[in-house]
Each structure stands twice: as structure tokens, then as C-alpha cells.
């Protein structure tokens, strides 16, 4: 055995798609020095083959046969040119940016409430004053301040929780010189606590009961 013709892997050319292996890399290499439009595209439609035999579970993905055309183009670095029964992916399509999503909720910096309580308080905005109205409102606020304590906080004073009703609702909700309290944060916190310690007490009781 001669060492010195020993290949390592630091030296070789590095994979575009690693899970293929370096025989497949080889055998897409030399289908894009191919001349031969027919035999290439003949060759090509045998790689996307032995492609899907690699990666069986793959076969229930929706649109599994493009999927197999597009890695193909890739792994030869966009150089072949063969016919393809999908559109053909080239760099630049695979290099673009899509475009960014804009966040569903008006006010991003209070996404810890949600967004149903925006649609909560233009609900409230559209009743007419009353006590029914009230209730709603101090409602929508406990709510709000149940949000906070799990946005991970321990407490929070009802005047922040007033002061972001009041601009969610574009200054047509105003708590502030109300005479009401919300419900305690202990409280809120007291609720979260024992609903997680009663499912973990669950899980351990049955942990240890044997079964025949």
C-alpha cells in the first residue's frame, strides 16, 4: 500500500451537499463535461434516481421530484444544462432575500399582550357607557396584567397597565382615576404556580404505579 497516494479529506474538494456523498458529487461533475445534450440529459434523469433512492423519505414531501432537480443544479454549482421538467434554479433566484414580514400587531412593543386584546378593546371602543362597558373594560385590564406577569414579571403597578389601556384604545379607555383595583399580582402569580405544580404532582403519582 503506497501512503504517499493516500487522499484526506481536508484536501479534497469540499461538498456542496454532504449527505449525497462524494461518489454522487463525481458522477454530477462528469455529467456536466457531457457534450452530448441527449446523453446528458439521459445521465441527469439517472442521478435524480439514484438521488431518490438515497433519501427515501423524501417520497410523501410534496413536490419531491423538484426538490431533487433543484439539489441537482445546486450541487454542480449551477454548470449543468439539462432539461428539466421544473423551472430551473439558478443563483441568483437561490441567493435572494425574501422579502420581510411585517408583524400582524399595531403595537409591536407591547406584543406580550397579544393581538386579541387589540381586538378585544375595539370591541369595548364600540359600547356605548355603561356597566356593562365597565366591566369589560377592568376585564380587558386584569387581563392585561395577567399577560404582563407572564411576559415574565412578578409584579407590575395597575397605573402601567391603565397608562397602556389608555393608548391601545387611542385615549378613548381611560382607567387612570378610576376608583377600582386590578386583581393582585400574587394572585395571578399564586394561579400560574399551582396549575404547573398540580400536573407535575400527576406525572410523579403515576411514575411509580406498575402495570400488568
Not at 423538484?66 to 432539461?83: E, G, P, T, V
Not at 362597558?133 to 399577560?147: G, P, S, W
Amino acid at each position: 500500500m503506497d501512503i504517499n497516494n493516500l487522499e484526506y479529506n481536508t484536501e479534497r474538494e469540499k461538498l456542496i451537499i454532504p449527505e449525497y456523498g462524494r461518489h454522487l458529487q463525481k458522477m454530477i461533475n462528469h455529467t456536466v463535461t457531457i457534450e452530448d445534450r441527449e446523453e446528458r440529459n439521459k445521465v441527469a434523469k439517472s442521478i435524480i434516481a439514484v438521488m431518490g433512492n438515497l433519501q427515501p423519505h423524501l417520497r410523501d414531501v410534496p413536490e419531491f421530484q423538484h426538490k431533487l432537480w433543484d439539489q441537482l443544479f445546486i450541487m454542480s454549482d449551477f454548470k449543468l444544462d439539462a432539461d428539466t421538467p421544473f423551472p430551473v434554479l439558478t443563483k441568483e433566484k437561490l441567493q435572494e432575500r425574501p422579502e420581510p414580514l411585517e408583524y400582524p400587531q399595531n403595537f409591536p412593543k407591547y406584543r406580550f399582550y397579544g393581538n386579541n386584546i387589540k381586538r378585544m378593546i375595539d370591541v369595548a371602543n364600540g359600547w356605548e357607557e355603561g356597566d356593562l362597558k365597565t366591566a369589560l373594560t377592568y376585564t380587558i385590564a386584569n387581563h392585561m396584567k395577567k399577560c404582563y406577569l407572564n411576559w415574565n414579571k412578578d409584579t407590575v403597578e395597575d397605573s402601567v397597565i391603565f397608562d397602556h389601556l389608555f393608548e391601545l384604545s387611542d385615549g378613548k379607555i381611560n382607567l387612570k382615576n378610576g376608583s377600582e383595583d386590578l386583581t393582585d399580582s400574587s394572585n395571578l402569580i399564586r394561579g400560574k404556580k399551582k396549575k404547573h405544580t398540580g400536573g407535575s404532582k400527576k406525572n410523579y403519582r403515576g411514575r411509580g404505579k406498575k402495570r400488568y
